[in-house]
């Protein structure tokens, strides 16, 4: 594909339900972060993955939180349970090569609202 | 621990001043250092990045920063503001000892006066 693609692009849902937010990254890229982006800060790392293995879920906030990859190219973030301070926009990007010194390419995000 | 802190959350500059957006960083081993911008209604896309070859990194659209050991600094510069350059720009770092995170600063909106 052209670029990094998220869906939905908005996800409004009620306290307690779950969510799935997809990424589809730029074909063969190695690797895929998840970030957290709330309203007027930067994007906080969530977790990391180089083809199928997460390396890194260091910035997951909780366990209700949980990322996969499983066929080293799309990858899903779920949220159960999700809370009102889980409201932020959900941002996924992709680079060529493993590890955290390339260029990472950037979806549009998911704006998730927890009403 | 990395950290990033970028000072200005908003810069305001007339059409054609010199713009400068500051960003220090905490690491503890040698760096990777980038500046990434976002459009309104676009997602963040690569300025430049600092790798440990030239201090001196030039980026797209006219900017270039400089990678000041001495002073933890990488501050984003250009010489001339056009309008189109009214955007969030957030610096970034990243290194070995942090995993595989990228940790990114709050993030500085520039304006750009006619």
């Known amino acids: 594909g052209a670029g990094v693609s998220q869906s939905p692009r908005y996800k409004v849902a009620k306290r307690g339900q779950d969510v799935a937010l997809r990424c589809d990254p730029i074909s063969g890229h190695v690797s895929l972060f998840w970030y957290q982006q709330a309203l007027g800060q930067g994007p906080e790392f969530l977790t990391y993955?180089?083809?199928?293995?997460?390396?890194?879920k260091s910035g997951l906030p909780s366990d209700r939180f949980f990322a996969e990859r499983p066929e080293g190219s799309v990858s899903t973030l779920k949220i159960q349970r999700t809370q009102q301070e889980d409201s932020a926009v959900y941002l996924c990007?992709?680079?060529?090569?493993?590890?955290?010194?390339?260029?990472?390419?950037f979806g549009p995000g998911t704006r998730l609202t927890v009403l | 621990a990395q950290s990033v802190t970028q000072l200005g959350s908003h810069v305001s500059v007339s059409e054609g001043a010199l713009v400068l957006l500051r960003c220090n960083y905490s690491s503890s081993v040698p760096p990777y250092l980038f500046w990434y911008v976002q459009y309104p209604n676009q997602g963040l896309q690569l300025l430049l990045k600092y790798t440990s070859a030239a201090t001196l990194v030039k980026g797209i659209n006219g900017f270039e920063a400089e990678f000041k050991k001495s002073e933890t600094s990488f501050h984003l510069t250009k010489p001339s503001a056009h309008m189109s350059d009214a955007a969030e720009y957030f610096c970034?770092?990243?290194?070995?000892?942090?995993?595989?995170?990228?940790?990114f600063g709050a993030g500085t909106r520039l304006f750009v006066k006619a």
């Open positions: 990007a992709s680079s060529r090569l493993g590890g955290g010194r390339n260029e990472q390419f």
């Open positions: 970034a770092v990243s290194d070995h000892t942090g995993g595989f995170k990228t940790i």
């Open positions: 993955f180089q083809n199928e293995a997460q390396l890194d």
